[in-house]
């Protein structure tokens, strides 16, 4: 266990000494929810009312875009063969890897959501709603994230094909992720019943990412 | 023939040399009884003659979703028991499996045209397909990024098994979603149950459009063994030239 809380702290640290990490996703998310306006129009009534989705939206592009970032150093500079033959599971070195990630680039997305939720008209409920669902469901993102990341790391252009390799599969996540915050401010649906779903979505990538993605990397590095 | 015996590329050449002709007959019979049974199909009383679209529409759906789990198939066929044809079985099939897709949207969407008045609707099932298709050229392109062959056949396998636990949460999820933006589907058949005059020649042209699957399957994957034929013997001449 140690092994795998020195790999966690080590992570971490890097994600946050190396700069352009978190702070840059942030800005990105800023970025897209400052965009959305310019699109649809600044008519705060629409924008209250699609801003969960618009918030969702943003998160998912900020945290997809990170992706490549995951595994690709640990691969170049050898610490991923490492980590393979350290004799500890594979997966849950994935699965710290991935925490570690989520931790130092989509936590920083959830945090500063309630935030962004101004921008909308978001009332407290409402905001509350979008930060929970994002608080729940972004691990899923970067758990299904971890195992395009896992496929494409040992590819040079890996980066926009990890995209439309992830995109698909995170349909469910992203229905019930807007579902959930939309149930809390209009109704008609009680919010538990979507919420419950994403949980289970979050928790079944809890077990199928690192499994994938640790496959992936056996098959791809021997 | 147990299926070790096609694990030998040449015996697998031979009998593709063998079958191919007689299967591709039998496509081409399948296909003249299924288009003169739909040519003699009764229009339908609400649809008129733009029912006939079904006759491609369905086979394809049908087959869109066969080519995904035959994919699977043969992606554990990759990972579990390393049979050497399984690879080219996956990779040959991604691109038909696509093309099958396509159809169905596109017949789909021109069908919906004259029946609902919009070439989309985000219906359930439509929205389902396009994922589907959106799935096969992520397969694709993974296929073609990775240049070592036994490296990509794995990653795909990966992928593919992946989408094959994700698809049914995929639909699930957008089922879920559609009766909530809109309680009616507009995607019903006239009738609860098809008339057998439309049955049978249903029937009939989704074998053919079997037939023809497995007609250009095996053609496929003869020319990818014989592609990867290809290129090993480039290696070979070129590591034999003189002057290296």
Redesign the interface.
Known sequence: MTALTALFLRDVRAAIRAGGGAPVGVLFFLLVVTLMPFAVGPDLALLQRIGPALLWLGALLASLLALDRLLAADYDDGSLDLILMSGNALELALLTKALAHWVTTSLPLVVITPLLALFFNLDLPASAAVTVTLLVGTPALTLIGLIGAALTVALRRGGLLISVLILPLTIPVLIFGVAASNAAIVGPLPFGSPFMVLCALSLASLVIGPAAAALAIRQGLE | MPLIDLANPTRFLALVGRTLPWLAALTALGFLFGLWDVYRAPDDYQQGATVKIMFIHVPSAWLSMFIWGLMSIAALGT?VWRHPLADVAAKAAAPIGAAFTLICLVTGSLWGRPMWGTYWVWDARLTSVL?LF??Y??VI??WR??DDFS?AA??AA??T???A??LP??K???D??NT?HQPASVLRMAGPSIHPSLLVPLLVMAAAFFLLFATLHLAAMRNEILRRRVATMQILQAQAAPGV
């Open positions: 990972l994922i959106l799935m050229l992520g392109a993974l990024t990775i490296r794995r990653a990966i992928l098994l992946v989408g636990i994700n949460i995929i699930f999820s957008v879920w979603w909530l």
